[in-house]
């Protein structure tokens, strides 16, 4: 079991993935005890709050453990006796034309 943050720590700089942008947007993520306390840009940390950059690396708020395969745990048993060739081939289609 993952051992919760305490205190507050402020992640600086990183690009938020926001449906509303192409590309994500810059901006800070102020976490209090392990939870997402503010989002936006510029954000004020509060005194004493570790200071953790993240200039060059893409952020996911509230998203845990997961990326692109994430939606394999929604198919389970549905492609496990798949051959590679044919997960391949069939990638495309599984992926039903997702985007950012």
Known sequence: MAETVRGRQLI???RILDLASPRGIEADILLDDGMIAEIGPNLAGPEGAELVE??????????????THGHGGLQKGMGDCWT???????GPWIGGARQL
């Not at 993240?54 to 990326?67: D, I, K, M």
């Not at 590679?84 to 069939?90: G, K, N, S, V």
């Open 12 to 14: 600086r700089g990183g």
């Open 54 to 67: 993240a200039a060059g690396c893409l952020l996911h708020p509230g998203l845990v453990n997961a990326h």
């Open 84 to 90: 590679l060739e044919l997960l391949l081939a069939a």
